[in-house]
């Protein structure tokens, strides 16, 4: 992977619908997008930016709860992080819930390679690579261990984590057994906006979220 390749802004848009602070994005095999705002729901977008869908999560006490995070598995199952319980609830494509995974940070953002999930918390600046049991398999940081990391994402065996602070989004490589670090890729600076989302679409787009105050979606061209 190249990483000296600069990412350039290809679209970006507003978000409708109420999407006033998009937190976690992903994607699924159809290309579907599924973005997360703090609240107890997540909505679903066409490769568009077509608004789909709205989806209401409830845990399995039917509480409400706080939604940050949002991964999709292999199967297109759609795996939320509950902030306020410290569980990542599971869901089919059907919007069902089928399982959960005790966490012991806040899920706020998650990704899923192969039988792993990994998660970050940024409040406490910590990204966990957890089995499905929950078990803590190993803890991520770049070299310099200063970071202030948000939206994780995974393509192949190449982990991204978007840091807010930087504006960049830091690389690791899934090699014997373990995440490597191996550099970063800067984002266009936005005036007051920090990157805090990423997600992969179309094999060679980086789909980011720029956040506050004008909350963008905005597509970058090519990893």
């Not at 290809?10 to 006033?20: A, F, I």
């Not at 997360?36 to 989806?55: C, G, L, N, P, Q």
């Not at 999709?72 to 199952?77: A, R, S, T």
């Not at 990704?111 to 409040?123: G, K, L, P, R, T």
Request: charged share 20%; with cysteine; aromatic share 8%.
């Amino acid at each position: 992977m190249d990483l000296k390749h600069k990412l350039n802004v290809k679209t970006q848009y507003g978000l409708q619908n109420n999407q006033s602070h998009p937190q976690g994005v992903a994607v699924n095999s159809n290309n579907h997008i599924f973005i997360t705002d703090e609240t107890s729901s997540y909505k679903e977008y066409s490769k568009t930016f077509e608004f789909i869908a709205h989806h209401e999560v409830r845990t399995p006490d039917d509480e409400e709860t706080e939604l940050c995070g949002v991964a999709i598995d292999g199967h297109d199952n759609v795996l939320i992080g509950d902030v306020w319980h410290e569980y990542i609830i599971k869901q089919d494509v059907n919007g069902k819930n089928i399982g959960r995974i005790k966490t012991n940070i806040k899920p706020l953002y998650i990704a899923v390679h192969d039988e792993s999930i990994i998660v970050c918390d940024s409040y406490k600046k910590t990204v966990q690579v957890i089995d499905s049991d929950g078990n803590v398999m190993q803890t991520l940081s770049p070299p310099s261990g200063d970071w202030d990391p948000c939206q994780v994402c995974c393509y192949g065996d190449y982990l991204f984590i978007a840091d807010h602070a930087d504006d960049r989004i830091c690389v690791f490589e899934f090699t014997q057994s373990q995440y490597q670090y191996v550099g970063h890729v800067h984002t266009p600076t936005m005036r007051d906006e920090g990157v805090c989302g990423v997600a992969m679409i179309n094999n060679n787009k980086m789909v980011c979220i720029m956040g506050y105050p004008r909350s963008k979606l905005v597509l970058l061209h090519k990893v």
